[in-house]
T-cell receptor
Framework: EPEVTQTPSHQVTQMGQEVILRCVPISNHLYFYWYRQILGQKVEFLVSFYNNEISEKSEIFDDQFSVERPDGSNFTLKIRSTKLEDSAMYFC???????????FGPGTRLTVT | DQQVKQNSPSLSVQEGRISILNCDYTNSMFDYFLWYKKYPAEGPTFLISISSIKDKNEDGRFTVFLNKSAKHLSLHIVPSQPGDSAVYFCAAYVGGANNLFFGTGTRLTVIP
């Protein structure tokens, strides 16, 4: 069964450093998403991406964040200058149509020290 | 911004009995609701969904009920199995938008 994959599973970085989280969505899916879950809190929407552009973003997704689909398979989330409060699990998701359920990857645990 | 609420952080049920997980929402614009299951160190796994035009959707042991007037939905698992032990998230869409609004989750423990 096809699945969303994410790398790395765990990323440790120092405050102020740039990080890139990578995702490979399910191959015939057209919509891509990033969510995050701070420890003990709910899963929160960051951004959605369709047709090579951002379709929606939340207040969390400020100028420090960017997304890119550099080729036909990868979907990346970049945080330009990480802060301590960026420490969280970051989940990538995809679906083939925005009206269908989203399928999530296993997540990347980002730890900012 | 608590548009989707799961007021029970945990629930314990004996194997073979019914598990009922509850979810309330405040945004009347939500028109599609989903339940996800999450194991530790894994991403949320889609379980079952329901459109706002329905009041019930069933898939094997899982049934979701929607009460639009009460802005309430519930997930019933019958019979409960130890492998069902996980955190269950309720989530909702506004039609035409892409982002899911999640509840805080309910940890279900099924006791053998």
């Amino acid at each position: 069964e096809p699945e969303v994959t994410q790398t790395p599973s765990h990323q440790v970085t120092q405050m102020g450093q740039e990080v890139i989280l990578r995702c490979v969505p399910i191959s015939n899916h057209l919509y891509f998403y990033w969510y995050r879950q701070i420890l003990g809190q709910k899963v929160e929407f960051l951004v959605s991406f369709y047709n090579n552009e951002i379709s929606e973003k939340s207040e969390i997704f400020d100028d420090q964040f960017s997304v890119e689909r550099p080729d036909g398979s990868n979907f990346t989330l970049k945080i330009r200058s990480t802060k301590l409060e960026d420490s969280a699990m970051y989940f990538c998701a995809s679906n083939r149509d925005s009206t269908y359920e989203q399928y999530f990857g296993p997540g990347t645990r980002l730890t900012v020290t | 911004d608590q548009q989707v609420k799961q007021n029970s952080p945990s629930l314990s049920v004996q194997e073979g009995r019914i598990s009922i997980l509850n979810c309330d929402y405040t945004n009347s614009m939500f028109d599609y609701f989903l339940w996800y299951k999450k194991y530790p160190a894994e991403g949320p796994t889609f379980l079952i969904s329901i459109s706002s035009i329905k009041d019930k959707n069933e898939d094997g042991r899982f049934t979701v009920f929607l009460n639009k007037s009460a802005k309430h939905l519930s997930l019933h698992i019958v019979p409960s199995q130890p492998g069902d032990s996980a955190v269950y998230f309720c989530a909702a869409y506004v039609g035409g938008a892409n982002n899911l609004f999640f509840g805080t989750g309910t940890r279900l423990t099924v006791i053998p």
